[in-house]
Structures are given as structure tokens and as C-alpha cells.
């Protein structure tokens, strides 16, 4: 498979470098600095509304914002000439699977995609992800970059199965909610390996991206275009169900419908595990979160953070469902918490509940 930054001109290297460095102070500069104004400005705020009223007067804020907005358009547009500079070359391979397949590509063109998924631009990707098959390859590239290079590898999705993950060296079966272009999912294979693993995701291009990069690796999976509120899978089929980066993007019924259907999954003993983001506690950050969510076209973060989702497991006949903070740096799942951060971060947190043996 070609790796696209194998391929960059030194133009277009330096144009990503220019972004990343870019974001990069905006998170370790310019935000410590932002938080450095707001607490001149008195007394922490006791709500994430009250905070949030102050943190849009503040004299940096405008320039902060605008950074943030700015730096994810110019990123999409460098990434996006870059894969449409090799259109042809990156969508031949997509079919150019070599030898025998390992895994599965199962593709619906009769899957219904809902509005709240095609109605927005989601991190402000022009087209979105299921546009295109080009747009998946813009959306693998740009994810590099979103998270800081700290990623490359899928170092947080391997950190996550290594240590938020159950051993289970039996497990028949595990499923992954929302893959993507399998950066979540082909880590499961290293973890179960006697297992049947399955992707599940609304968007084509990004499946059939995943299927080409998981034969390359020689990797078994079954990539499946469909609904991970109603998967079609059989009930009590499953050892694990997961998924990663997804339940905040979908409103809060749909969030619900999802936990339903992933208890619906699991075998008794199961365990469901969500790598996502969670309310720090601290209004001034959390309101950051909120404002980051808007700017990056991702409105339904407000839903998630307000949802009960612990109630929704208990009530979905799960048990034992808790949030624990996941520190993407090194340690992955970190019950201490998140620790002391000048820069601005996600919230990651791994939400996890189990189906009762009876």
C-alpha cells in the first residue's frame, strides 16, 4: 500500500510541517496563555456556562479561536490537493489486493445513512468521509496531523486495546463500532487473535480503505457497511464490543441506541468498551472543549457530555459501567486521572460496563 507521505514533495512537507507546528503551539503556547488570563480574571467559575461567558471576553480569545478554526482548514486543504494529486494511483489500489483475501468487504449501497450523520461536515473535511473513496485517504493523512503526530502507528488505538481492553484468549468474536479506515480495528487482531474480528461503519470509501490496508498487513478482518445501532450481527455473539472516537459524534438517542445494541451483542460476560471523551470537572477546560466541539463542526459533544451513559448500560442490562480517564501519551487507561496538562488536550476517558453471566 502506498503511504502518501512517502510520496510528498518538498512543498507539500513543508506545508504540513508549517500546520503541525502550528497546532502544536496553539495547544502548548497559545492555550497556557489563554488560561493564564482567565485566572487573572478572578475566582475559578463554578459552572462550565459561567466559565465559558468569561473565557469569550477575554483579550486572547479571538486570536485563539481563530487559530483553531484556521490552522484544521488549512490542513484539509494541503492534505486534500496532496491525495488528489495521486487520485488515480490511490483509488487503482483500493482494488489491487494481492493473493487470496484474508478478511471480508461487505458493502450495502442500500444502507440508509441518517441526517444527523450526512447533514454536517464533521472536524469541517470538506465532503465529509463518506463522500468519496478520495475522502477517506484525506481523512487517514489529516488524522495525523489532528492529533500531533502522536498517533502515527495507531499508538492511542493499540494503547487502548493493550490497557482498557479484557484478556479474554478464548474470545470467538469482537466487534468494532464505527472503524473508520481501521485504525481502531486492526489492533484487535494482535489482541484476540483466535478471533473473528468485524468492522462496522456508515462509509464506504472508508471501508474499502481499511479492507486494502488490512489485507496489506495480512490481517483477517471483516469490514461491513451498516449501522452500529442495528448491526445485524446475532444476539449474544460477541466477547468484546468496541469502539473508538465515534459515540461523540452522534446525537444522544443514537448514542443510546448504540449501547443498546452493543448489550444486545454481547455474550454473558461480554465486555463493551467506548474510547472516548469525558467532562474534566475543571469549568475552564471543559468549557474549551465545548467551544472546540463548535468550531470543528462536531455538535454532539454537548449531548454526549450530558447523557447519563452509565444509566443508559444499567438500563441496557449491563453492569458495572464506569468512565476512566485514558492518558494518550503513554500510559493509556489511567485511573489516577489525567494528571497536571499546560497544553490542551482531549478528555480521553474509556467507558466500560460488562453483560452479567446470568
Request: aromatic share 10%; hydrophobic share 35%.
Given at each position: ?170 474470545a470467538t468474536r469482537v466487534l468494532d463500532i464505527g472503524c ?126 450530558a447523557t447519563d451513559l452509565v444509566g443508559i448500560c444499567a ?44
Open positions: 500500500m502506498i503511504d502518501i507521505e512517502d510520496q510528498l514533495t518538498l512543498d507539500e512537507r513543508s506545508s504540513i510541517d508549517f500546520i503541525l507546528t502550528l497546532r502544536k503551539r496553539w495547544s502548548d503556547t497559545v492555550y497556557p496563555a489563554l488560561a493564564e488570563e482567565y485566572a487573572a480574571t478572578g475566582p475559578a467559575a463554578g459552572t462550565v456556562e459561567a466559565a465559558t461567558g468569561r473565557l469569550r471576553e477575554l483579550s486572547l480569545y479571538p486570536w485563539y479561536s481563530h487559530l483553531e478554526r484556521v490552522q484544521q482548514k488549512m490542513l484539509w486543504k494541503t492534505v486534500g490537493e496532496a491525495v488528489v494529486n495521486r487520485a488515480e494511483e490511490l483509488r487503482g489500489q483500493l482494488d489491487d489486493i494481492q493473493g487470496a483475501p484474508r478478511g471480508r468487504l461487505e458493502l450495502d449501497p442500500g444502507v440508509e445513512l441518517p441526517g444527523w450523520y450526512t447533514d454536517y461536515d464533521i472536524h469541517i473535511q470538506p465532503g465529509g468521509f463518506d463522500s468519496d473513496d478520495l475522502s477517506a485517504y484525506v481523512y487517514e493523512l489529516g488524522a495525523r496531523i489532528v492529533m500531533l503526530r502522536d498517533n502515527d502507528g495507531y499508538k492511542f488505538h493499540r494503547l487502548f486495546t493493550e490497557t482498557a481492553l479484557p484478556e479474554v484468549p478464548g473508520g479506515f481501521g485504525k481502531s480495528t486492526r489492533p484487535l487482531t494482535a489482541r484476540y487473535p483466535g478471533a473473528e474480528v468485524i468492522g462496522i461503519d456508515f462509509a464506504a470509501p472508508g471501508l474499502r480503505l481499511a479492507h486494502a490496508e488490512a489485507e496489506a498487513d495480512g490481517a483477517a478482518i471483516t469490514y461491513r457497511q451498516g449501522d452500529g445501532r442495528a448491526t445485524g450481527v446475532e444476539d449474544a455473539s460477541c466477547d468484546i464490543v468496541t469502539g473508538t472516537m465515534v459515540l461523540h459524534e452522534m446525537p444522544a438517542e443514537a448514542v443510546r441506541e448504540t449501547v443498546v445494541e452493543a448489550a444486545r451483542l454481547l455474550k454473558p460476560g461480554g465486555t463493551m468498551s467506548f474510547l472516548e471523551f469525558n467532562p474534566t470537572g475543571d469549568p475552564f477546560r471543559d468549557a474549551t472543549i465545548h467551544e472546540h466541539a463548535e468550531r470543528n463542526n462536531e455538535p454532539f459533544f454537548r449531548d454526549l457530555f438500563r441496557a442490562g449491563l453492569t458495572g459501567a464506569h468512565w476512566t480517564p485514558f492518558d494518550e501519551r503513554r500510559a493509556g487507561r489511567s485511573p489516577e486521572g489525567w494528571g497536571e496538562r499546560r497544553e490542551w488536550h482531549f478528555p480521553w476517558a474509556v467507558l466500560t460496563a460488562t453483560k452479567p453471566e446470568n
